[in-house]
Antibody, heavy 122, light 107 residues
Framework: EVQLEQSGAEVKKPGESLKISCKAS????????IGWVRQLPGKGLEWMGI????????RYSPSFQGQVTISVDNSINTAYLQWTSLKASDTAMYYC???????????????WGQGTMVTVSS | DIQMTQSPSTLSASVGDRVTITCRAS??????LAWYQQRPGNAPKLLIY???TLESGVPSRFSGSGSGTEFTLTISSLQPDDFASYYC?????????FGQGTKVDIK
């Protein structure tokens, strides 16, 4: 069974760093792209970026470029999303999701993690 | 960036109703569109990809259509589990963008 298990909720202060994780199981991790999606409280979904788990190819939304880093550790089938200096405006639910390929092009997020709630407050 | 606009933002309906949600793109995206369902407190779930391909395991009462700039998600007979929010997302070009969502609630 394909599963994406995300790390637990975090409460941090502005300026602190954070790395949240997404552990994949049930499929060949290095053959898929994995992405991150933000959902502000009570709001819609925002695409942050994607990373091919088989190499270093990473694409970011301009809205998140330079604000976060997406990485993977293939030895433990885990993807990460990290911040070096959190802001209150980063308070949100963050989802990881696996991408599917439609005839050579990426076309949807087919499996999602349960989400990690990040709260940034002084 | 390609803007995705869903309508309506909220839709009140009853069990058994036929429901249609529209998603319009600010420029042509061919058929690079996916639809997701998100129940309160849950992660999104893929329903449709490439505008009209039903994801495995998704009930056949869900269907998608359209190409270019106008797309629809139809639920042929609304069931209690279908009261949720629905989002479209384009995959034609970076940055991939979502519609603002449509909440389907009980009339």
């Amino acid at each position: 069974e394909v599963q994406l298990e995300q790390s637990g909720a975090e409460v941090k202060k502005p300026g602190e760093s954070l790395k949240i994780s997404c552990k994949a199981s049930g499929y060949k991790f290095t053959s898929y792209w994995i992405g991150w999606v933000r959902q502000l409280p009570g709001k819609g979904l925002e695409w942050m970026g994607i990373r091919y788990a088989g190499d270093s190819d990473t694409r970011y939304s301009p809205s998140f470029q330079g604000q976060v880093t997406i990485s993977v550790d293939n030895s433990i089938n885990t993807a990460y999303l990290q911040w070096t200096s959190l802001k209150a405006s980063d308070t949100a639910m963050y989802y990881c999701a696996r991408m599917i390929n439609c005839g050579g092009d990426l076309c949807a997020f087919d499996m999602w993690g349960q989400g990690t709630m990040v709260t940034v407050s002084s | 960036d390609i803007q995705m606009t869903q309508s309506p933002s909220t839709l009140s309906a009853s069990v058994g109703d036929r429901v249609t949600i529209t998603c319009r793109a600010s420029q042509s995206i061919s058929n690079w569109l996916a639809w997701y369902q998100q129940r309160p407190g849950n992660a999104p779930k893929l329903l449709i990809y490439k505008a009209s391909t039903l994801e495995s395991g998704v009930p056949s009462r869900f269907s998608g259509s359209g190409s270019g700039t106008e797309f629809t998600l139809t639920i042929s007979s609304l069931q209690p589990d279908d009261f949720a929010s629905y989002y479209c997302q384009q995959f034609n070009s970076f940055p991939w963008t979502f519609g603002q969502g449509t909440k389907v609630d009980i009339k």
